[in-house]
Nanobody, 124 residues
Framework: QVQLVESGGGLVQAGGSLKLSCAASGRTFSRYAMGWFRQAPGKAREFVAAISWSGGHINYTDSVNGRFTISRDNAKNTVYLQMNSLKPEDTAVYYC?????????????????WGQGTQVTVSS
């Protein structure tokens, strides 16, 4: 069982930055691939980024590639999402997720655990 708690969301102006954190419980955090998803009002949950067990493999959706950076610290059981050059269209609730597998996938149904989400609002 893994419990995930996100933090770091907030209100920021376009062009600004935020860093999201996701703290995981459990002793086997290093055996989980981790992902970040987001969901805007009236829209489906969409993939943002994922990172493998070791951090050696990373995947981003095209719209954030070059602006967002996913990373993890297995000693601290934490995964991060550094978001730079934020745009109003990045506004959403951001969710952390964990998948007990080596593969990086973009489908939310393939993730085993989810956090409660943190709101990110980017004003124009």
């Amino acid at each position: 069982q893994v419990q995930l708690v996100e933090s770091g969301g907030g209100l920021v102006q376009a062009g600004g930055s935020l860093k999201l954190s996701c703290a995981a419980s459990g002793r086997t955090f290093s055996r989980y691939a981790m992902g970040w998803f987001r969901q805007a009002p009236g829209k489906a949950r969409e993939f943002v980024a994922a990172i493998s067990w070791s951090g050696g493999h990373i995947n981003y959706t095209d719209s954030v590639n070059g602006r967002f950076t996913i990373s993890r610290d297995n000693a601290k059981n934490t995964v991060y999402l550094q978001m730079n050059s934020l745009k109003p269209e990045d506004t959403a609730v951001y969710y952390c997720s964990a998948r007990h597998s080596a593969g990086l996938v973009v489908t939310p149904q393939l993730y085993d655990y989810w956090g409660q989400g943190t709101q990110v609002t980017v004003s124009s």
